[in-house]
């Protein structure tokens, strides 16, 4: 029998040494005993409101990560990009452009009024953003009212505790340096039909065969279009322009308009550490240089940030222990600016020509750029934001008996942001062959805007931890005390002298200035006691007396308290039979309140802005004007969130089954609402007050199973979550569907149920031969349309034979009905892993397994749908599987006999007629936006240790390739994902190699 050591790490805070035996010859790995390491996860100490616990002991729906194992050796700049799909219950969404902040939400809406996650890096609020993932230790979420009430206010969202790598006494000297360097391609693009189907389906829809962006003829445009796919047409421009004898201009090649304005993007990530400690000290140093350049023609859509993170820990005497924090971040983010061309429109063609128009050909005497996405991306400008945070935070711990802790701590941040846009000056042609300037007024113009943010942060705390005989008890006190003032300064100015060397000094047109200034403060007592007795029967309970400036001051204040509870069931004298293969089987439960101050600083108070108006007095200068006041009503306070969570925790087979479920409650109280409803002659909306509830139920489950047999090990874990919101209390008596209602589900979707085409035995057909189209008794008919064939029926709901809007309520909706809802449902995660002497190799899906979603215009219809400039829009890949007749002849059998019934779309002859009607939201055209994204995988070797051994220098050398965003299972349309729901920044794939060296 041999003995093999295997050293395991956990959240920076424990190592365990755990003995295996293995027999001779066999690959199987068995424990000799159950020591310390088998029980290491129960062990693992997780990092809670401010203090730490052991996980086997938390009561609340708390999760932590460890950051080591989450990002690996993913390419990723940002920390919310790490941690989407990873913890059951956090949804993490928003646009993909490099550098662009993503939203939180925890456990789903929190109010109408919004509300989001608080964000606590090392106690004091911060910007994920500005974070340098690999400067962060670990993160934990807290889900539920009883583990984030002691945070109050602005927990009732959940908290997302963030702590950052501080290096533990013993440690030895370490000098990491790790990089990646990746490329950047689109994931999709909108695919636009084909010429020839786009002029069939022109055709089709009966638009005047004059061509309208050339004063060209629609059958000329065929025919030029076979001689020059054949070969025979002489006198095309090479971006496919085709000027004609009589000087009509034809487009004739078909290009690629989106993917012209994309290319491949680069990024790049270093990072250089060091750290280590003596007897007394501790320290780490870190510099990250990030870059990234998306994958938008040109460099104008790229994100830098440079950061700085320095820790220093002294043990000035035994008693007494000082720390220091520092960190300066400096983040650029730059986007194309819209002056003459959204790149992401889809009003464009891909016969679109790129590059320049021929000035001949527009009358000019030089050739001027074209509208388009590629030029779009080349010739506009780009607009930045700069943003430097500077952040330091002291703690000084002082422990003056056993188990007994004081903590102060204090951080100052300082966010300055700096926007700055100019747009130039241009002319441009369309596809029309229109030319015109830019901007429209015919000068450019300079904005330049700086936001300067300070905050303070102060707390004050004790622990104290009592063990004896079995009990175990942990009290938490503390105060704490918060600012934050915010400046805005607006400058925009037109007319520069000189073009293109952009200042506000040099402008001679309009010049618009602006400031603000705004404020809060936040002072709290807060408290936890926490007991056990064995580690067997779990109690604690918080809470939080809160008061905050955004409210008056009758109603400033708050107290919010919550109590949990748990068993450990396994721990039973009566479960002695099971210790063999159960470790961990607890149940638990919480209640508790918290408030949401989630509203502006100064909505109690009556203001009135002060602006320029367009009205001329004396000598020809505007009068300066005063809003007149809101309606207020001074006595409204907290929304107050109220959850209830039952939990249950397993370990089972040496812990390497783990499974953790929660289902939970939320309630949501008060929630800041119009309180009557005022006639319009009052000439100001209801004021606010704390009148309407909401009701959110969920669940969340996760499941992981890990292990090892000789030297392969493999991992596997799987994560679930669902909720729905529903209103349970609304001012809005007459059920208005414009505004929510009681009973409302959130995200539901109103709309018609569709019933196929009208067919021609439909109507009466000796009249529809004369173009007159009546109905046949008892076919329903469509209010304020005229239906013909190939018209969408939908079904009539109330029974009046008509399909109408009813009046609009929820009692009276017509024939309408809920036919989906937007709210992302299921929303999984999955992670796997093996690993084999230094080869690992671990894959990450993520996705959301229900969710309807309504997409209209160009994304679903030819011509976008449109009543009247349907002719000027294009028609997509999607778009041609339309409604047809046989024959448009009345004289013929098959008239207005469907070629094709089962088509998707509905007809488009005559497409101004009706598309008003066969546009509505019906179950029709939902889409289904559930999708499951590839969202990465990574192969990495670590070299053997005794390889590195020889150079006395080198303690660990591991290689990757990893894949970010490598494939995509959707049913949306092309170009749309299923995270943006839209056509705008592409979210794009990221292919990167990279190295961890550690001196």
């Known amino acids: 029998m041999v003995l093999r050591k295997t050293i395991l790490s956990l959240v920076g805070l424990l190592t365990a040494l755990s003995l295996f035996a293995q027999d001779a010859g066999s690959e199987q790995l068995q424990p000799v005993k159950k020591t310390a390491a088998d029980s290491l996860r129960l062990e693992e100490v997780v990092v809670v409101g401010f203090s730490q616990s052991k996980k086997v002991n938390l009561t609340g729906a708390v999760q932590q990560v460890n950051m080591q194992e989450v990002v690996g050796d993913r390419p990723l700049i940002s920390t919310a990009a790490a941690l989407q799909g990873v913890i ?21 809406t929190l109010s109408i009024n919004g509300g989001s996650p608080l964000i606590l890096i090392d106690n004091a609020e911060g910007d ?41 006494k013993g440690d030895a000297f370490h000098l990491d340096y790790n990089f990646n360097v990746g490329f950047e391609t689109r994931l999709t693009r909108p695919r636009a039909a084909a010429l020839s189907d786009y002029i069939a389906a022109y055709k089709e829809a009966g638009y005047s065969s004059q061509y309208w962006a050339g004063n060209g003829d629609i059958d000329r445009w065929t025919d030029l279009l076979g001689q020059y796919r054949a070969g025979t047409l002489v006198g095309v421009l090479e971006n496919g322009m085709y000027r004609d004898a009589d000087g009509a201009v034809y487009y004739l090649k078909e290009g690629d308009v989106f993917g012209s304005a994309l290319e491949t993007g680069i990024m790049n990530n270093h990072t250089l550490s060091v750290s280590g400690s003596t007897d007394r000290i501790r320290y780490r140093l870190s510099g990250n240089y990030s870059h990234e350049n998306g994958p938008m023609l040109t460099n104008k859509d790229a994100y830098t940030r440079i950061g700085l993170n320095a820790f220093v820990s002294g043990d000035v005497s035994k008693w007494f222990t000082q720390e220091a924090t520092l960190y300066y971040t400096h983040q650029r983010r730059s986007d194309i600016m819209n002056v003459f061309c959204d790149v992401y429109s889809v009003r464009v063609h891909n016969w679109y020509p790129e590059g320049l128009m ?29 943003t430097s945070t500077p952040r330091i935070m002291l703690r000084s711990i002082f422990k003056p008996l056993k188990g007994w802790t004081i903590t102060a701590e204090y951080t100052y941040q300082q966010e300055d942001q700096l926007f700055s846009a100019y747009t130039g000056q241009f002319t441009i042609c369309d596809a029309q062959l229109g030319t015109r300037p830019l901007p429209a007024t015919g000068k450019d113009e300079y904005q330049k805007n700086h936001i300067t943010t300070q905050y303070h942060a102060l707390n004050l705390f004790t622990n104290y931890d009592l063990h004896l005989n079995g009990h175990n008890l942990s009290v938490v006190a503390g105060y704490n005390q918060e600012s934050n003032s915010m400046a805005y300064q607006f400058n925009s100015v037109k007319g520069q002298t000189v073009v293109g060397v952009p200042s506000l000094q040099g402008a001679t047109g309009e010049k618009v200035m602006k400031d603000s200034l705004s404020e809060y403060a936040i002072i709290s007592a807060f408290g936890r006691i926490a007991y056990n007795y064995m580690g067997r029967y779990l109690i604690e309970g918080n809470c939080r007396y809160d008061g905050s400036s955004k409210f008056p001051k009758e109603n400033r204040f708050g107290f919010f308290p919550s109590v949990s509870g748990g068993w450990r069931i396994s721990e039973e004298p009566f479960m002695k039979a099971t210790r063999k293969y159960l470790d961990n089987l607890k149940i638990r439960a919480s209640y508790g309140s918290i408030g949401n101050q989630n509203i502006a600083p100064y909505g109690f108070i009556a203001g009135m802005n002060i602006t320029s108006s367009n009205v001329w007095l004396n000598k020809g200068e505007f009068v300066n004007v005063i809003s007149t006041p809101g309606l207020i009503r001074a006595n409204y306070t907290w929304e107050t969130v109220r959850t209830f969570d039952i939990g249950a925790d397993l370990n089972m087979f040496s812990n390497r089954l783990q499974f953790v479920f929660d289902w939970y409650n939320r309630t949501t109280v008060g929630m800041l609402g119009n309180g009557v409803e005022l006639p319009s002659v009052v000439g100001a909306p209801a004021p606010l007050q704390n009148v309407s509830d909401m009701r959110t139920r969920g669940w969340e489950l996760s499941l992981s199973w890990h292990d090892k047999v000789g030297d392969f090990s493999y991992r596997a874990a799987f994560n679930l979550y669902d909720h729905v919101s529903k209103i349970t209390k609304f001012n809005n008596a007459t059920g208005n569907l414009k505004y929510h209602y009681e009973g409302e589900v959130l995200g539901e979707i109103w709309g018609y149920v569709n019933d196929g085409f009208y067919s021609i035995e439909d109507f009466v057909i000796e009249d529809a031969r004369q173009d007159k189209w009546i109905l046949r008794d008892g076919v329903t008919s469509i209010n304020g349309y005229s239906p013909k064939p190939g018209d969408l029926k939908f079904v009539d709901l109330d029974g009046d034979n008509e399909i109408t809007p009813g009046e609009n309520t929820v009692t009276k909706p017509g024939d309408r009905r809920v036919i989906g809802n937007s709210t992302p449902r299921l929303e999984y995660g999955v992670n796997l892993g093996v690993a084999w002497r230094g080869l690992d190799l671990s894959i990450l899906l993520q996705g959301v397994g229900k969710r309807d979603y309504v997409l209209s215009n160009s994304a679903m219809f030819p011509f976008a749908g449109n009543t009247k400039e349907g002719a000027f829009l294009p028609v997509y890949a999607n778009q041609t599987d339309y409604w047809t007749a046989k024959s448009y002849d009345p004289a013929s059998p098959d008239y207005m006999v469907a070629a094709n019934p089962d088509a998707y779309i ?59 965003n490598l494939a995509t299972i959707s049913s949306l349309p092309e170009g749309y994902d299923p995270e943006s729901l839209s056509w705008s920044y592409p979210y794009y794939r990221t292919l990167s190699l990279g190295a961890n060296i550690t001196f």
């Open 88 to 108: 059951p219950g956090l949804t993490i969404s928003g646009a993909s452009s490099p550098g662009q902040p993503k939203e939180f939400n925890i456990r789903g």
């Open 906 to 964: 509905y007809r488009i002859y005559g497409q101004m007629e009706n598309v008003g009607s066969n546009t509505r939201v019906s179950d029709r055209y939902i889409q289904n936006a559930s999708y499951m994204r590839l969202k990465n995988i990574t192969l990495s070797y670590s070299l053997p240790a005794k390889l590195l051994a020889p150079t006395r220098v080198l303690s660990k050398v591991r290689f990757y390739l990893s894949g970010e």
């Open 128 to 168: 994920i953003n500005a974070l340098n993932p690999e400067d962060i230790e670990s993160i934990s979420v807290l889900k539920d009212a009883a583990s984030a009430a002691i945070y109050g206010a602005r927990a009732a969202g959940g908290v997302i505790l963030i702590t950052t790598k501080h290096p533990q």
């Open 358 to 386: 021929p000035g001949e050909f527009v009358g000019k005497s030089e050739d001027i750029i074209l509208d388009s996405p590629a030029n779009g991306c080349l010739y506009q400008p780009a607009a930045t934001t700069q």
